[in-house]
């Protein structure tokens, strides 16, 4: 797969295309994708995601972070475990929410021969959002493109979102997540130095350092799977402030620890693949009492880890 940063980047290629954030990639842009991804194959002709960072959500309405699902390294992984032969990573601008939809159009058509366009039956694209299905079957009747519009996919409460999908990530309700995105939620960072103290009690820890803009669960301990350097270890994470040790952090740490395992591992780059909330971060009494939660704690993420997947990509 090719990731292209920016139009004039990219080769004159004859290709079906998809447009979206797809924050997340759940299992809606999923089908999107996979749906076009065959259908090119099948007419051997190749395939192009057009996505975009920032959100544009963030930039037009001023969202704080963090805010997103998937960093666009993991966006451009999932895409390529999707089947995908090109994706176009635009950086996203005032500028660029202010064209019109055929002004758009154009920038895309002066690089690729888009043969088909594949959207989601509520898209739209452009200033105001003028850019509907219906207004871009005009422009493809002009421009020699046709709009494949594919189904929403919907769970129990109706559509698939990535805003539902935050909700769950926030409040660290993992079962329906993995669902949704047909993989667990991940958080991916450099192993950096801690203060040591799980180490001197007995537990110690790999601290991660997190891109800023990454969605973290709510305070807690949860039963996770780590990869480090291709391997996939069971573990047992907390993700909060610390506060049996009267601690003043104001941004959560995330601390790993990692079951049956003594190897250093400070400097390098690993992954959390998280599977089930334990419970709630609490201050405890004492160091001892302490201890014994951290004992229980990593025995319940083990019986957890016995009966689900293991594995960090896509599940089908």
């Known amino acids: 797969m090719n990731h ?4 004039n980047a990219s080769k004159n290629q004859v290709v079906y295309a998809t447009i979206g954030a797809f924050d997340g990639v759940h299992i809606g842009h999923q089908h999107l994708v996979r749906s076009m991804v065959k259908q090119a194959q099948e007419d051997s002709v190749q395939s192009l995601v057009v996505t975009f960072h920032p959100n544009p959500a963030v930039l037009l309405r001023s969202l704080p972070l963090p805010f997103y699902v998937t960093t666009p390294s993991e966006k451009q992984s999932i895409f390529h475990q999707l089947g995908v032969d090109f994706v176009l990573d ?41 850019g509907n299905l219906t207004v871009l079957r005009e422009i493809g009747k002009e421009k020699g493109f046709s709009i494949i519009d594919c189904p929403h996919v919907e769970d129990a409460n109706g559509k698939i979102s990535s805003s539902e999908i935050r909700n769950w990530i926030i409040t660290g309700n993992f079962p329906p997540t993995t669902r949704a995105l047909n993989r667990y939620y991940s958080l991916e960072g450099k192993v950096i130095h801690g203060d040591a103290r799980g180490k001197k009690i007995g537990f110690p820890t790999a601290n991660l350092k997190i891109w800023e803009g990454k969605l973290l669960p709510t305070p807690g301990v949860y039963a996770t799977w780590i990869t480090i350097d291709d391997k996939i270890l069971p573990s047992v994470t907390n993700v909060g402030v610390r506060p049996t040790f009267e601690s003043t ?35 405890f009494n004492s160091i001892n009492e302490l201890i014994d939660q951290i004992q229980r704690d990593a025995r319940r993420a083990e019986e957890f880890l016995k009966n689900v997947k293991k594995q960090t990509g896509l599940f089908t």
Request: aromatic share 10%.
């Open 249 to 283: 952090d104001a941004i959560p740490r995330i601390e790993a620890h990692i079951l049956d395992f003594d190897k250093d591992i400070y400097k390098k780059q690993v992954q959390l693949h998280f599977v089930e909330n334990i419970r709630i971060e609490k201050k």
């Open 4 to 7: 292209i940063n920016g139009v």
């Open 90 to 130: 635009l950086n996203f601008t005032k500028k660029m929410a202010g064209m019109d939809p055929d002004q758009f159009i154009d920038m895309l058509l002066n690089q690729y021969s888009i043969n088909q366009l594949w959207l989601g039956k509520d898209f739209a694209l452009g200033k105001k959002r003028s």
